[in-house]
């Protein structure tokens, strides 16, 4: 199937996912135009509200005045992905237009609220192009919910792992470098993670069967070298348009550490292909983005897997600012569409993890040339 969201058996046209879109573009309207009013005169924030506008009309035109869904749907699905991309450069540039918080001492930025309550409002168009009704808009954010939980939960699992690794290590040889901790922290990760993935299977009684290893044959050869010309191909699109825009993105923590100590470089570069790539793909790919294939058509497992699978890396990128995070987390979320299509047509877990292991591990070895 090549539609992002498989339409539910005897689903119905009914008010109720343009209701919710209704709801989740009139937020973007009034987080756009709140900022307007008080004087914010960036552009991207004015055609952010206008297009924040036109979804609104157009969800109200499908629910009250009879629009044929469709054109309706793809209309206010599109004019929230403007705004998306409008508030996140809009956040990029510094414009945050934050409000303070009633009885807290806290503020909010009002173009984020855009940026997230558009991505909500696209979702909700994209199900209601595909004609999914109000209890399949449910299934399936509850399964994101869920599955976001699940991704999460390896990387907590990764840091808890890390600790009972550190500290019996800690115990018998004393404090322990930069590099050796580099070691334990990869040596987590695998335990971590792994534990989340097989844990899931255990809980399902999917069985070993479930994973997807399988010697790769000359096609998935194929895909391998494919696949990491189009992410470096894709890196390289992406940061000449953040360089042509003036977008800036956030450093890795793991760069960031470089600077200082790249010896820790030799170790992640082997790790790249025989921990991270392999037990980041086993999870966000082989459980995560497979378990959505029974809600959401494959290719929208892709996309919903993607945006799990960058979201769960904000805080490698969490020291910076929302706009530069937001940033690093779209090339996150392109590169994982590459990963998660590769896997896709392959079926096989082996190749994304080798492509992604590839590609960490060159990465690596290009900050290490740099820094050493």
């Given at each position: 199937m090549?539609?992002?969201?498989?339409?539910?058996?005897?689903?119905?046209s009914?008010?109720v996912?343009?209701?919710?879109?209704i709801?989740f573009?009139?937020?973007?309207?009034?987080?756009?135009?709140?900022?307007?009013?008080?004087?914010?005169?960036?552009?991207?924030v004015?055609?952010?509200?206008a297009?924040?506008?036109?979804?609104?009309?157009?969800?109200?035109?499908?629910r009250?005045?009879?629009?044929?869904?469709?054109?309706?749907?793809?209309?206010a699905?599109?004019?929230?992905?403007v705004?998306?991309?409008?508030?996140?450069?809009?956040?990029?540039?510094?414009?945050a237009?934050?409000i303070?918080?009633?009885?807290?001492?806290?503020?909010?930025?009002?173009?984020?609220?855009?940026?997230?309550?558009?991505?909500?409002?696209?979702?909700?168009?994209?199900?209601?192009?595909?004609?999914?009704?109000?209890?399949?808009?449910?299934e399936?954010s509850?399964?994101?919910?869920?599955?976001?939980?699940?991704g999460?939960?390896?990387?907590?699992a990764?840091?808890?792992?890390t600790?009972?690794?550190?500290?019996?290590?800690?115990?018998?040889?004393g404090?322990?470098?930069l590099?050796q901790?580099?070691?334990?922290?990869?040596?987590?990760?695998?335990?971590?993670t792994?534990?989340v993935?097989?844990?899931?299977?255990?809980?399902?009684?999917?069985g070993?069967?479930?994973?997807?290893?399988?010697?790769?044959?000359?096609?998935?050869?194929l895909?391998?070298?494919?696949?990491?010309?189009v992410?470096?191909?894709?890196?390289?699109?992406?940061?000449?348009?953040f360089?042509?825009t003036?977008?800036?993105?956030s450093?890795?923590?793991?760069?960031?550490?470089?600077?200082?100590?790249?010896?820790?470089?030799?170790?992640?570069?082997p790790?790249?292909?025989?921990?991270?790539?392999?037990?980041?793909e086993?999870?966000?790919?082989?459980v995560?983005q497979k378990?959505?294939?029974?809600?959401?058509?494959?290719?929208?497992?892709?996309?919903?897997?993607?945006?799990?699978?960058?979201a769960?890396?904000?805080?490698a990128?969490?020291?910076?600012?929302a706009?530069?995070?937001?940033?690093s987390l779209?090339?996150?979320?392109?590169?994982?569409?590459?990963?998660?299509?590769i896997?896709?047509r392959?079926?096989?877990?082996?190749?994304?993890?080798i492509?992604?292991?590839?590609?960490?591990?060159i990465?690596?070895?290009?900050?290490?040339?740099?820094?050493?």
């Amino acid at each position: 199937m090549t539609e992002i969201a498989r339409t539910d058996a005897g689903s119905v046209s009914s008010g109720v996912v343009p209701g919710v879109g209704i709801g989740f573009a009139a937020a973007t309207m009034a987080a756009m135009i709140v900022p307007i009013r008080r004087g914010v005169d960036d552009p991207a924030v004015w055609v952010g509200a206008a297009f924040a506008v036109v979804a609104v009309v157009a969800f109200l035109a499908d629910r009250h005045f009879g629009l044929e869904r469709r054109l309706a749907a793809g209309v206010a699905a599109a004019s929230s992905a403007v705004v998306v991309m409008l508030a996140g450069y809009a956040l990029n540039q510094g414009v945050a237009a934050s409000i303070a918080l009633p009885a807290v001492p806290w503020s909010i930025s009002l173009v984020f609220v855009a940026f997230c309550t558009a991505g909500l409002a696209v979702s909700v168009g994209v199900a209601h192009f595909f004609g999914i009704d109000g209890y399949g808009l449910k299934e399936r954010s509850v399964q994101t919910a869920t599955l976001s939980v699940l991704g999460l939960g390896g990387l907590i699992a990764a840091q808890f792992a890390t600790v009972a690794v550190a500290l019996p290590a800690m115990a018998a040889f004393g404090s322990l470098s930069l590099v050796q901790l580099v070691v334990v922290s990869q040596i987590g990760m695998a335990l971590g993670t792994g534990a989340v993935a097989i844990g899931y299977l255990v809980i399902r009684e999917y069985g070993f069967s479930y994973i997807d290893l399988h010697v790769p044959t000359k096609r998935d050869l194929l895909w391998i070298v494919a696949g990491i010309f189009v992410l470096f191909g894709a890196l390289f699109l992406i940061s000449a348009v953040f360089y042509t825009t003036g977008i800036e993105s956030s450093d890795h923590g793991t760069a960031q550490q470089a600077q200082e100590n790249p010896e820790i470089l030799l170790v992640l570069i082997p790790a790249s292909l025989l921990i991270i790539g392999p037990f980041e793909e086993l999870l966000y790919r082989n459980v995560i983005q497979k378990a959505l294939y029974g809600t959401f058509s494959r290719y929208g497992a892709v996309v919903v897997g993607s945006v799990i699978f960058a979201a769960v890396h904000v805080l490698a990128y969490g020291t910076a600012g929302a706009g530069e995070v937001i940033a690093s987390l779209g090339v996150i979320f392109g590169l994982s569409l590459v990963l998660g299509t590769i896997y896709e047509r392959t079926e096989n877990l082996v190749v994304p993890a080798i492509i992604h292991g590839i590609y960490n591990a060159i990465l690596f070895a290009n900050l290490y040339a740099m820094y050493a």
